[in-house]
């Protein structure tokens, strides 16, 4: 008996994942994207790839453009996440740098990966968007992750080594 989209998306629920915002230009538009199916393929080249479902707005954005970033949130950009996943109509606090023909890039993420389409997969319902990295940009902070269908942050440990 086949696996059914409930029980996938109950089985991959545990597996713990940061949060991003994908962002690319359609025209001069900035549109924006909160997702988890995002991975790195390759070091050598520095390829990185990210899953996005036929029916969302940024699939057909995707599909014109030839770049997008993945922008990784902090534990403090939560509503962002939110607010781009379409959970809420609240607009938060945020700003894209623009810097064309780069990717725009959310201020504030713990990193950045401006990154040329390579290649367009499919993938069931959805596209695999294959990227070379271009831009690779990392700052100090905790990450946002997901599980179980929730938000979290990272536990501190009251162990010392």
Request: contains cysteine; glycine residues 8%.
């Amino acid at each position: 008996m086949p696996v059914t989209p409930q029980e996938l998306r109950q089985a991959m629920g545990r597996f713990a994942t940061g949060v991003t915002v994908i962002t690319a230009y359609d025209g001069d538009r900035v549109h924006a994207m909160t997702a988890n199916a995002v991975t790195s393929v390759s070091l050598e080249p520095p390829l990185v790839l990210v899953c996005v479902g036929r029916d969302r707005v940024m699939h057909g954005v995707l599909e014109r453009a030839d770049r997008y970033a993945i922008n990784v949130l902090s534990a403090e950009q939560e509503a962002i996440s939110r607010y781009f996943a379409r959970q809420t109509d609240q607009e938060p606090a945020y700003r894209f740098v623009t810097q064309p023909p780069h990717a725009p890039r959310l201020e504030g993420a713990l990193a950045y990966l401006d990154c040329r389409i390579v290649e367009r997969l499919p993938g069931g319902d959805h596209t695999i968007f294959l990227g070379e990295v271009e831009v690779a940009e990392a700052a100090e902070g905790e990450p946002l992750l997901f599980f179980a269908g929730r938000y979290g942050r990272l536990a501190r440990s009251g162990a010392t080594g």
